[in-house]
């Protein structure tokens, strides 16, 4: 694990044509991360997550995805997530390629890759539209070997870079999540490689013996970014924007105002602590 | 003239539907609100789960998404994702699955997927979320959403989530170990299966609305229940209690964040 500035950590983790997944259920979204990648004009990435939330729609409508994996792709209370649209109903900036999952079975798709296994099983489904999907490469249902139960079986995700946003770093390199963490533990350890962003470093964690700690060892990298999970939130360090949120719909809505945006605000500053001054969030 | 709007008097029958101590598997907008309703007036003790792995969360104001902050402040318990769908959901530990969805047809089953074809959509939606995984384990699901004929359609442009699939006994023999969908609360009144055909009919409707009305704003040729409840308008401490809610709401969302950059 190296700790390093967030530019040189996405510079070295992050290839064109990678398969990314930047985790975090709503909550330690590493948005600081995502838009390094947009300044360093990544390409042709896989992009998985279970929610591609205001995240995704940036690095879509930046033009950075070929491919995405995910469950749920909307504003969640909020509504569409127009550059998502846009990509899948006009193919802009570039076509976008699907794959598609109920949450569960991501969940398990995450575990498998985190267990070494080739694929998660869950109970069988009812027919649905979603096992039909042209070129479905997703579910295929097995019998259990020992009862004859139909179960659904679904291959395993290895990203070749998994992202998440973190709490606390400490001296010897542990990474700390509290609060609301999805399947992020199961997205890193899944991982080739992971990045990691946090809000600070401590000497060490005043965190219960059953906390989610991601030892040293199996992190690639960390950067120290207060404020990289903004416009989404940290437990303990700050709440999650929902005026930004709301305001997103009208952004993205049309291609210019989210160009505009994008090159105002991620390609015209130096980094997040920038964004977040200019954004008047920065105290 | 009545003084409520249409959305109320649904987010109130909704809540109604709701017993206490039931345990509850929430989905994000109408159905959140309901749940919350119902937890602040005559369900104190309902067990209210987000997707997001919050267990037993009693938030003072309504989450914008599935993981604000507010749920995992105020729950018994927060697990990781995995988890919630396994042990509380696919374990068969979920009495109640609230939901809504963009499309339904007249069995109940749900489309969030695509409006138009899938491989050229005209509109995307979000897709599955956890739809389809609660439609086939909760015990039971309700369904809140308004109605018109597009929404309410005679075929789903994809079927994203099970109800009981072509009617009948088709669902049973599925294996789906939920009962599927029981009411469907609309801004016009309640729909439920019918017992043999599990097609949905009308069963209940709100004041001042007549059965022609919904008729007109259903996509198929809507059943009527040979006795058709009045559901009884909102009563004030229902709606002072959801006005209260949503207003603390707005505050909380409006509320600017500042985050210490040095």
């Known amino acids: 694990m190296r700790v390093v500035p967030l530019a040189e950590a996405v510079a070295s983790c992050v290839q064109d044509g990678a398969s990314v997944a930047l985790e975090g259920f709503t909550h330690l979204i590493p948005f600081a991360a995502a838009h390094e990648i947009i300044r360093q004009g990544r390409r042709d990435l896989h992009l998985i997550r279970m929610t591609p939330d205001l995240i995704y729609d940036q690095l879509i409508g930046a033009g950075c995805a070929a491919r995405l994996t995910f469950s749920w792709g909307g504003n969640p209370g909020v509504g569409s997530l127009h550059r998502l649209r846009d990509a899948v109903e006009n193919q802009w900036p570039r076509p976008l390629a699907l794959s598609e999952f109920t949450h569960a079975q991501m969940a398990v798709a995450l575990q498998a890759g985190a267990s070494g296994l080739p694929c998660g099983l869950l109970r069988a489904y009812a027919a649905t539209d979603l096992e039909r999907l042209p070129g479905a490469t997703t579910i295929r249902t097995v019998p259990c070997p020992f009862t004859g139960v139909a179960l659904s079986a679904v291959p395993a995700v290895n990203p070749d870079v998994t992202i998440l946003h973190a709490q606390q770093l400490d001296a010897r390199g542990n990474v700390l999540l509290k609060g609301i963490v999805g399947a992020a533990k199961e997205a890193a350890l899944a991982a080739q490689r992971v990045l990691v962003t946090v809000e600070e470093q401590v000497e060490s964690f005043a965190a219960d013996l059953n906390a989610i700690v991601l030892p040293a060892w199996v992190v690639t990298a960390v950067s120290i970014v207060p404020g990289g999970a903004y416009p989404s939130y940290a437990q303990g360090y700050y709440p999650r924007d929902n005026a930004f949120y709301r305001s997103w719909d009208a952004i993205a809505r049309e291609r210019s105002s989210f160009t505009a945006w994008i090159e105002r605000h991620v390609l015209g500053v130096r980094d997040h602590a920038a964004l977040l001054r200019e954004l008047g969030v920065a105290a | ?262």
């Open chain 2, 1 to 262: 003239m009545s003084d409520y709007s249409s959305d109320e008097m649904m987010t109130v029958t909704a809540a109604r539907q709701l017993s206490n101590g039931s345990v509850c598997f929430v989905g994000i907008g109408l159905p959140s609100a309901a749940c919350n309703l119902a937890r602040l007036t005559h369900a104190p003790d309902l067990v209210l789960i987000y997707e997001s792995g919050t267990v037993g969360t009693r938030p003072a104001v309504l989450p914008l998404s599935i993981g604000d902050g507010e749920l995992a402040a105020s729950a018994t318990c927060i697990v990781p994702l995995p988890e919630i769908f396994a042990h509380y959901l696919q374990r068969g530990r979920i009495d109640v699955g609230f939901l809504g969805a963009a499309q339904i047809d007249r069995f109940g089953n749900l489309n969030t997927t695509v409006i138009g074809e899938y491989a050229h959509p005209k509109v995307r939606l979000p897709g599955a979320g956890g739809a389809p995984d609660i439609m086939t384990h909760a015990r039971e699901v309700l369904i809140v959403m308004p109605q018109s004929p597009r929404s309410f359609v005679a075929r789903l442009d994809f079927r994203t989530s099970c109800g009981f699939l072509e009617g009948g006994s088709t669902r049973r023999s599925s294996g789906c170990p939920g009962a599927g969908p029981q009411a469907v609360i609309s801004d016009y009144g309640i729909l439920r299966p019918a017992p043999d055909s599990c097609e949905l009919q009308l069963t209940a409707i709100y004041p001042g609305v007549s059965v022609a009305a919904v008729r007109a704003a259903t996509g198929w040729p809507l059943q009527v229940a040979d006795t058709l409840e009045r559901v009884p308008p909102p009563q004030p401490a229902e709606l002072n209690c959801l006005r209260e809610l949503q207003a603390r709401t707005r505050a909380a969302h409006a509320h600017p964040v500042r985050i210490r950059v040095s």
